[in-house]
């Protein structure tokens, strides 16, 4: 009891911040308009300078733990694909197939992903952590636009183009480049830059979360659909607890195992209620899981690294 009260100390307060943005808004004191500025600033300026701070100060021959980013990158892969078959099958309507798919395999390990692992685990497994952003962050988008255009016959070539675009412009892949050269040519970073990045990193995860429970939609989550709950039991329990549990038997321990469970059992990401928009999925499915998976992952990532703490 005392190792699950400590775990609760720990994951709870990330996701407080989360409800009170949902209190926040209930009371009107943020609307819309300031859920919409606070995302624009996280993803554009302060999430950015928080990834190029934590990017620049890595030893590479640390932290480039290859075997770990490549499970991560290929369980993320077959999470898409298992998903994928499983509704291919299915008797879903053509147009929730996409966004099915979608909810259940793309986490939010930007925001509330690394918020956990930062209260969580300690400073190596926040860097490592926010390394393997790098590599997961384009194939999240691309997976995407492959499953919301298979079951979208009227999506154009242009939809492709222009999401492509965006990838190659997003200013989250582009601060860890920047970080990575900078790091590797050892490249002397002033330090006026450097303190600038610091009090805007640590505007990050606060922000983000008040931002996100001020975006969810809670009368939306009321009317949610046997489609949606399915989809949130397999973001938040079923491949968190796989790809866990592959990932001892693979040989991981330690915090690189909690890091696994944090990633795979992150909430769904609200990126995809845009993108399911974009490309003609379908928005309430993707509304309802965003908000099912948030609630839920508070437990079920409580529970998985009370498990594992239990199991030493």
């Known amino acids: 009891?005392?190792?699950?009260?400590?775990?609760?100390?720990l994951t709870l307060p990330v996701f407080s911040i989360i409800f009170l943005g949902i209190f926040l808004r209930k009371i009107k004191l943020i609307d819309e308009h300031f859920n919409a500025v606070a995302s624009r600033l996280v993803f554009n300026v302060s999430l950015p300078a928080f990834l190029f701070m934590k990017v620049i100060i890595i030893d590479f021959s640390e932290f480039f733990d290859l075997a770990f980013m490549a499970f991560a990158v290929i369980g993320s892969v077959l999470s898409f694909a298992g998903t994928w078959l499983f509704v291919h099958f299915s008797d879903m309507p053509s147009k929730s197939k996409g966004t099915f798919v979608q909810g259940a395999f793309r986490g939010n390990f930007a925001i509330v992903g690394l918020a956990v692992i930062a209260s969580v685990l300690d400073k190596n497994a926040l860097t490592k952590g926010a390394f393997?952003?790098?590599?997961?962050?384009?194939?999240?988008?691309?997976?995407?636009?492959?499953v919301l255009l298979a079951y979208n016959k009227?999506?154009?070539?242009?939809?492709?183009?222009?999401?492509l675009k965006e990838l190659a412009a997003n200013p989250l892949i582009l601060a860890v480049l920047a970080a990575v050269i900078l790091n590797i040519t050892n490249v002397p970073v002033p330090k006026v830059i450097t303190k600038s990045g610091e009090y805007l990193a640590a505007l990050t995860l606060p922000l983000a979360l008040i931002g996100i429970g001020g975006s969810l939609d809670f009368t939306a989550a009321r009317r949610a659909s046997s489609m949606a709950f399915n989809s949130t039991v397999i973001k938040i329990i079923v491949i968190p607890a796989v790809f866990t549990g592959a990932g001892y038997l693979a040989g991981?321990?330690?915090?690189?195992?909690?890091?696994?469970?944090?990633?795979?059992?992150?909430?769904?990401?609200?990126?995809?209620?845009?993108?399911?928009?974009?490309?003609?999925?379908?928005?309430?499915?993707?509304g309802n899981v965003i908000v099912l998976t948030t609630i839920g992952a508070a437990a079920t990532i409580s529970l998985g690294l009370f498990i594992l703490t239990f199991l030493n």
């Open 1 to 9: 009891m005392q190792n699950l009260l400590f775990i609760l100390n």
């Open 132 to 146: 393997l952003l790098t590599f997961i962050l384009p194939i999240y988008n691309i997976l995407s636009v492959i």
């Open 154 to 163: 009227e999506s154009s070539g242009r939809s492709v183009t222009g999401f």
């Open 252 to 286: 991981f321990r330690g915090s690189d195992l909690s890091l696994l469970l944090i990633f795979f059992g992150c909430p769904t990401a609200i990126a995809s209620y845009v993108m399911a928009e974009a490309l003609g999925g379908d928005i309430k499915l993707a």
